[in-house]
């Protein structure tokens, strides 16, 4: 009898290792496809678009966050004090998550919350953070799918301001653009103080002078001042005001945008021309486009947007 249990144990042990190994072989791969997963999701919340990044409207208890990307998105930051530590996963109720202002509005316990019809994704991103403490240090980072992407850090609120002004508005409008996925921006060459706007369905945008008073010491003078616009395609700079009216200010009056330049284009197709890429090749040929190469900022850039994506563009024809 003592027998029979011994040899039914030893024919029972190899049993249990295979199927011990097969587990165990199991769980290691589950392990790295899951590693694999997360360093998938940490590259690509990395990697999400963000061009032009500037910080405006800084006061002493707010500032907004200015870019463009890309591609469409709807954009959340979550902010924290400079020496605090990201989650590895942030939640709402770990860090608050703050929307384009075009996405939000006062609901009647003057809270800021999402509109009723749902943020929207655009090319353009308009956040402001509100109830900040004065002369105190933040970062911001891009809400991901996992660890999300610093943006900046180390932004310094105003002191507290002890005396406010009533708010005086100038505004204006802008002839140009396809759409109003759009941002304004007013800088002062001296303090570098830049306040920023975002665009109505009419092409309206607004500033307020007081707070320019406020936090550049000087007259909103729109003559002394450098205005820009942020469109999906490209940034418009060093615009200059002729007048000094400010209701309204002066009209802006874009140039014919990117996107009639591709459908130009587009009617009459350009071609590679033979070599090595180059984006000016001498005084007349730019970028080996063909004959529509003489015209600055044309042909494959002008087609296909940025140097990267044209230079693609020309290999593949070439």
């Known amino acids: 009898m003592n027998e029979e249990l011994k040899s039914d144990n030893s024919l029972q042990v190899p049993q249990f290792s295979r199927s011990y190994r097969i587990v165990a072989l199991v769980i290691i791969l589950a392990t790295a496809l899951l590693v694999s997963l997360i360093g998938v999701i940490i ?4 990697q999400a678009s963000v061009i032009d990044l500037e910080p405006t409207n800084i006061t002493d208890s707010a500032l907004t966050l200015v870019w463009r990307s890309d591609t469409p998105y ?7 004090l400079a020496d605090q530590n990201w989650q590895v996963v942030d939640s709402a109720e770990q860090n608050p998550w703050v929307y384009d202002d075009r996405d939000v509005e006062l609901d009647k ?8 019809e749902g943020a929207q994704a655009r090319y353009t991103h308009h956040v402001t953070i509100r109830n900040l403490n ?6 911001f980072k891009l809400k991901g799918k996992l660890s999300g992407r610093e943006l900046l850090a180390n932004i310094t609120t105003k002191p507290l301001i002890a005396q ?7 505004y204006g409008n802008i002839d140009g653009l396809e759409d109003n996925d759009a941002i304004v921006k007013f800088t002062d060459p001296e303090t570098k103080v830049t306040l920023s706007s975002t665009l109505s369905q009419s092409f309206t945008y607004t500033t307020d002078t007081s707070s320019w008073e406020l936090l550049t010491g000087k007259k909103f003078i729109p003559s002394e001042l450098i205005a820009s616009v942020v469109n999906p395609e490209r940034s ?7 007048a000094d009216t400010f209701k309204p200010l002066q009209r802006i009056v874009l140039p014919p945008s990117l996107s009639l330049a591709k459908a130009q284009f587009l009617a009459a197709p350009i071609s590679a ?4 890429w180059c984006v000016t090749c001498n005084d007349t040929t730019k970028e080996n486009g063909g004959v529509y190469n003489q015209r600055p900022n ?7 947007g940025d140097a990267s994506k044209a230079k693609i563009a020309w290999q593949n024809q070439a």
């Open 43 to 46: 590259y690509t919340d990395s």
């Open 74 to 80: 709807i954009p959340q930051v979550l902010y924290k």
């Open 109 to 116: 316990d003057n809270n800021y919350v999402q509109v009723d």
């Open 134 to 139: 004065p002369d105190t240090k933040y970062k």
């Open 164 to 170: 406010l002004k009533a708010p005086d508005p100038a």
């Open 236 to 242: 418009y700079s060093d615009i200059k005001f002729s």
């Open 273 to 276: 021309q033979a070599g090595n």
């Open 298 to 304: 044309s042909a494959f850039i002008g087609l296909f």
